[in-house]
């Protein structure tokens, strides 16, 4: 079983980045999928789910409006688009897959939003 993230970076205070998550050794498709992130000194908090057919989202509040997941059920990836980014974005960003079948963490990617 396999989470491979990517896509996160050094990015300007409202700027995009678009995080991936490429899944393999399970069956994606019966997965929902989880964005968590975990700033220096925090909790790990989550910040928004897809389910496993891709026809129900939740965000946090605090990037509500600003973020977008959305899933590859063909390509065994889940997507999250950040928008509009600030300080208070970064973070480890870490997907997560579950289901009665499993509990499955990828290994995080780094977020920076700096100036």
């Known amino acids: 079983v396999q989470l491979v993230e990517s896509g996160g970076g050094l990015v300007q205070p409202g700027g995009s980045l678009r995080l991936s998550c490429a899944a393999s050794?399970?069956?994606?498709?019966?997965?929902?999928m989880k964005w968590y992130r975990q700033a220096p000194g925090k909790e790990r908090e989550l910040v928004a789910f897809?389910?496993?057919?891709?026809?129900?989202?939740t965000y946090a509040d605090s990037v509500k409006g600003r973020f977008t997941i959305n899933r590859d059920n063909a390509r065994n990836t889940v997507y999250l688009q950040m928008n509009s980014l600030k300080a208070e974005d970064t973070a480890v960003y870490y997907c997560?897959?579950?289901?009665?079948?499993?509990?499955?963490w990828g290994q995080g990617t780094q977020v920076t939003v700096s100036s």
């Open positions: 897809i389910s496993s057919g891709g026809g129900t989202t």
């Open positions: 050794g399970f069956a994606f498709s019966s997965f929902a």
């Open positions: 997560n897959a579950v289901s009665r079948m499993g509990n499955y």
